[in-house]
């Protein structure tokens, strides 16, 4: 693993109007060109997180400790020189006016889910019922709206990660979710891996329709052949790979199995996650870059020198040191890939 310090000096106030001046051009000059970032970025205007032709991008969920419209979330892009993302879902769909939820969830005892009592099961049932009747007909004008906002800064939206695609979920919701993608300007959707069969075929079957992939993320759970029976069922069924999270359950799981796969399956992945966490054998926790386990370094060389198209996605989930944010830290990560990738 690399031991080169990687450290950036937190940004002076200068770098941030200088940033944000960048990001008012490129709403100027992109107008509504379909290739806004693009025109962006040949400028040498916006960020570009691009090297070597590997895409770099982040999944939004990196930024949950601050903060979170749609605005603060692009500019967090900006400011960490990300030029490409994995949306999360809560924080548009409240934009495009999802009911407000009034019934305020008790809280973990012990890490262990509150035992609801029956009023309080029916008025989550009501709440799911009410937000699966706006999803059916919600227009899709404020995601363009949003993919437009994004482009113009000179950030592409790759993947979208709604909470939409589970078993309980309406097929007019996952619909809905897909139809999102689209608006949004995404290629796939991401969801956790599911246990039933029958549910990867459902969202499967609905993906082709739409012509969306479907991207299945895995945790600790993640073995060579979990993907197998999903990639079998549809071409649009696809891997969102955590590579953390591979190294993480250790047992069979190695760098070398990890890079074999990857080799395997690239043509049905979508896009992958990369952190650094250390193996279950050294307790699995999630570390600085460069700390554990993970084997970026191999990673990305291998996506550089394979020339694979899909992106990288940095998942920030180390414990964000003191005097820093996760801004700070996603932009870290930003440096650490490219002096792999440029190295």
């Known amino acids: ?33 379909a290739w806004a970032g693009e025109t962006i970025r040949s ?16 999944i939004t969920y990196s930024f949950r400790s601050m903060p979170g419209n749609p605005e603060q979330l692009l500019q967090y892009c900006l400011d960490s020189h990300i030029s490409a993302i994995e949306l999360m879902g809560d924080s548009i769909e409240d934009y495009a006016g999802k009911p407000v939820n009034s019934f305020k969830m008790p809280p973990r005892v012990n890490g262990q889910a509150p035992q609801l009592t029956d009023e309080q099961k029916a008025q989550v ?21 949003i993919r437009k906002m994004y482009n113009k800064a000179g950030v592409s939206i790759y993947a979208f990660k ?11 919701e996952v619909e809905y979710a897909l139809r999102a993608a689209k608006a949004l300007g995404a290629k796939s959707v991401t969801i956790e891996l599911p246990t039933d069969p029958s549910q990867s075929k459902r969202l499967g079957d609905l993906g082709e329709k739409h012509k969306i992939y479907i991207g299945y993320h895995a945790h600790l759970q993640a073995t060579d052949t979990a993907w197998d029976t999903a990639l079998a069922q549809s071409p649009y069924n696809s891997m969102n790979l955590d590579c953390g999270h591979y190294i993480a359950a250790g047992g069979n799981n190695t ?31 999630n570390m600085i870059w460069g700390q554990g386990d993970t ?8 996506l550089r020198d394979k020339k694979y198209k899909f992106p990288a996605t940095i998942e920030l989930e180390y414990d964000i040191p003191a005097g820093s944010d ?10 650490y890939a490219k002096n792999i990738l440029e190295g």
């Open 255 to 285: 760098k070398e199995s990890l890079l074999a796969l990857i080799e395997a399956k690239h043509d049905r992945i979508t896009s992958i996650h990369i952190k650094d966490r250390r193996t279950k054998e050294n307790g699995g926790k």
């Open 162 to 172: 709604p909470n939409a695609l589970n078993a309980n979920n309406t097929d007019a």
């Open 1 to 33: 693993m690399p031991t080169k310090d990687l450290s950036l000096q937190t940004n002076t106030r200068r770098e941030f109007f200088y940033t944000t001046s960048l990001a008012s051009a490129a709403f100027f000059l992109a107008g509504r060109s």
């Open 326 to 335: 996760a801004v700070q830290e996603t932009r870290k990560c930003v440096e």
């Open 43 to 58: 400028f040498g205007m916006g960020p570009d997180s691009k090297f070597r032709g590997v895409q770099i991008g982040a």
């Open 125 to 145: 049932a009501a709440y799911q019922k009410q937000v699966a009747e706006w999803r059916a007909g919600v227009s899709m004008d404020p995601f363009e709206t």
């Open 295 to 302: 084997p970026l370094k191999e990673i990305l060389s291998l």
